[in-house]
């Protein structure tokens, strides 16, 4: 599976944004895709997941009423879309995957995908 990440860009804060990640090659084999993304300086952390069987998305708490996750498959695309954006969610964000089923529990963890994206920048000015 290849992961192409896009939609980053400079925005003001208070503003939008929709990335996108599509996936190529051999889709069928994976349920878990996930949004993380790395600030400078600091550690990839969790924004949000969806999985093919399992119904409910998961977001970290600092997304949450703000970013929305979703899928549509037919294009092998998983989207997040960005609301009231703020200047501390500027960073690289990366889509990744996951073959198989993985606990709701441990989508927070980029250990457990198996695919990456190259990341694509957001930047939010205050």
């Known amino acids: 599976v290849q992961l192409q990440a896009s939609g980053g860009g400079l925005v003001q804060a208070g503003g939008s944004l929709r990335l996108s990640c599509a996936a190529s090659?051999?889709?069928?084999?994976?349920?878990?895709t996930g949004w993380f993304r790395q600030p400078p300086g600091k550690e990839r952390e969790f924004v949000a997941g969806?999985?093919?069987?399992?119904?409910?998305?998961s977001y970290a708490d600092s997304v949450k009423g703000r970013f929305t996750i979703s899928r549509d498959g037919a294009k092998n695309t998983v989207y997040l879309q960005m609301l009231s954006l703020k200047p501390e969610d500027t960073a690289v964000y990366f889509c990744?995957?996951?073959?198989?089923?993985?606990?709701?529990?441990?989508?927070?963890?980029?250990?457990?995908?198996?695919?990456w994206g190259q990341g694509t920048q957001v930047t939010v000015s205050s």
């Open positions: 969806i999985s093919r069987t399992h119904g409910t998305p």
């Open positions: 990744a995957a996951r073959r198989g089923r993985l606990a709701r529990s441990a989508w927070y963890g980029p250990q457990y995908y198996d695919y």
């Open positions: 090659g051999s889709t069928f084999s994976y349920d878990l």
